[in-house]
């Protein structure tokens, strides 16, 4: 299993460094696997032990006039090589086109970098049934390699992010095994991923790891999330 915690706007640039101690000292004893945290873009920096740190955001290109944005040279500046793409807050808040998205995954597929790339459906088409529920998800593929071998997948359906509603393991799984039919990737759950929820999530086959935003944000209780994932 791995674990991906997604800090959203949360957390300073010295608030992500003692977080970042704090969950290496709360797993020293664990056989803890692949951790990573996306903080903000102002609290970049090196990981450290177990825990490898990604970028929420990055535009294509490497500097150069785009206001509010930052590129590769910021991004490399610490070393960073792991890039959250299309996540819903930046496709739903911030405008992102598939076409858009398309083109980040692109530029930073060339720079070979480990892209987890963000689909998932709103409620209004979970309503309408499983065919148009698999044709919004596949339509967030246009344009993207999805035999890029540096690509992991997180299915994050829109009503189960941030809202406290996990999907159930009988809607991940009708999900994620298809796509497991379709594409041969590593395959992420996120929305609302809990304590509470985690194990029976973390059963699942078709599930390779969470991405993990409101439970994330004290150290000690993802280092907890993560040892009852990991079943340790
Ligand atoms: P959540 O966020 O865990 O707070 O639902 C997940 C995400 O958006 O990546």
Same mark, same amino acid.
């Not at 991906?4 to 992500?16: L, V």
């Not at 819903?88 to 998205?101: A, L, M, N, T």
């Given at each position: 299993?791995?674990?991906?915690? &997604?800090?959203?706007?949360?957390?300073?640039?010295? +608030?992500?460094?003692?977080? =970042?101690?704090l969950l290496n000292k709360e797993l020293k004893d664990t056989n803890s696997g692949d951790i990573f945290v996306f903080p903000p873009a102002t609290a970049l920096q090196k990981g450290e032990d177990k825990v490898v740190i990604g970028?929420?955001?990055?535009?294509?290109?490497?500097?150069?006039?785009?206001?509010?944005?930052?590129?590769?040279?910021?991004?490399?500046?610490? &070393?960073?090589d792991t890039i959250l793409i299309g996540h +819903?807050?930046?496709?739903? =808040?911030?405008?992102?086109?598939?076409?858009?998205?398309a083109k980040k995954f692109d530029y930073y597929k060339k720079e070979n970098f480990n892209i987890i790339y963000c689909i998932g459906e709103p409620l209004e088409v979970r309503e309408q049934g499983v065919e148009a529920l698999f044709e919004y998800l596949y339509s967030q593929f246009e344009g993207i390699d999805t035999t890029y071998k540096n690509l992991t997948v997180a299915y994050e359906p829109i009503w189960a992010i941030g809202t406290g509603v996990s999907a159930t393991t009988a809607d991940i799984e009708l999900v994620h095994n298809r796509l497991k039919e379709r594409f041969n990737v590593e395959l992420l759950y996120g929305g609302s991923v809990k304590i509470d929820t985690i194990e029976d999530i973390a059963k699942i086959d078709s599930v390779d790891g969470v991405l993990v935003g409101s439970a994330s944000l004290k150290a000690d209780e993802f280092a907890k999330l993560i040892k009852k994932g990991l079943g340790a």
């Open positions: 299993m791995k674990f991906y915690a &997604n800090f959203k706007m949360n957390h300073t640039r010295d +608030s992500t460094s003692k977080y =970042i101690e970028a929420q955001n990055g535009y294509f290109g490497k500097n150069g006039a785009f206001t509010g944005e930052i590129g590769l040279e910021q991004l490399k500046e610490f &070393n960073i +819903s807050e930046r496709r739903e =808040i911030f405008g992102e086109s598939q076409e858009f998205v």
